[in-house]
């Protein structure tokens, strides 16, 4: 009687695990994931199937492939597209299916960033009260066109052939207007000194040195 409820026992044990290995059909699931405005590949997409907790994730083309069991649902997830599920059926009578799953743009309205150029409240407050009220866009528009600035550029300018040339030029009809005689020399220029003590006289060298 003991040996006879053994073997009964086992008999019934590998009849439900014969079952349970027939239910357990595995499905080899392949697709590609494909954009519903304009049907682009959707690449490297999440894919997750809930049921067992394993997954894979889409490659370049949007193409997957992993193993399911018919009646697992299957996530799928991708930035900038809504969640979309699946659930394998469970009436395939292959051991290969293949899906083509069409993912919805999702439109994404992020809230507004206000960027300032001070990293701290502590640096705003500092450049505030440092801040000079006065010196508006037209001042310092004025101050960088001005005659000093324009010629402290245009001394760290490197010289073109054009500039060259025109210099070289100038030397030479000043050479060949002197040719023969003695080159001029201002200082020794009468109207020169005259034009020069009249300006002194005047205060123009102390108005300009004020300005």
Known sequence: M???????????????YSQNKKSEKLI?????????????????ASIMNKTTHNGTISDYYGYFSFVTRPGDTIIFNA?????????????????????????????????????????SK????????????????????????SGENLAAIAARLPTDGKLAYNWQAQQTRTMLYTKGQTPINNLLNPVA??????????????????K
């Open 79 to 119: 930035f900038g597209f809504k969640t979309g599920s699946y659930i394998v059926p469970d009436t395939l009578s292959e051991y290969r299916y293949s899906i083509i799953h069409i993912m919805i743009p999702d439109t994404l309205i992020l809230p507004q960033v206000d960027i300032y150029p001070w990293p």
């Open 122 to 145: 502590e640096a705003f407050a500092k450049a505030f009260i440092e801040m000079d009220p006065y010196d508006d866009a037209i001042r310092r528009a004025h101050r960088q066109l």
């Open 193 to 210: 000194w005259s034009k020069f003590i009249q300006s002194w006289k005047n205060g123009d060298f102390q108005r300009e040195s004020g």
């Open 2 to 16: 003991r040996y006879f409820l053994l073997a009964l026992s086992l008999f019934i044990f590998g009849f439900s």
């Open 28 to 44: 080899q699931l392949s697709g590609v994931l494909v954009s519903a405005d304009s049907l682009d590949q959707v690449s490297y």
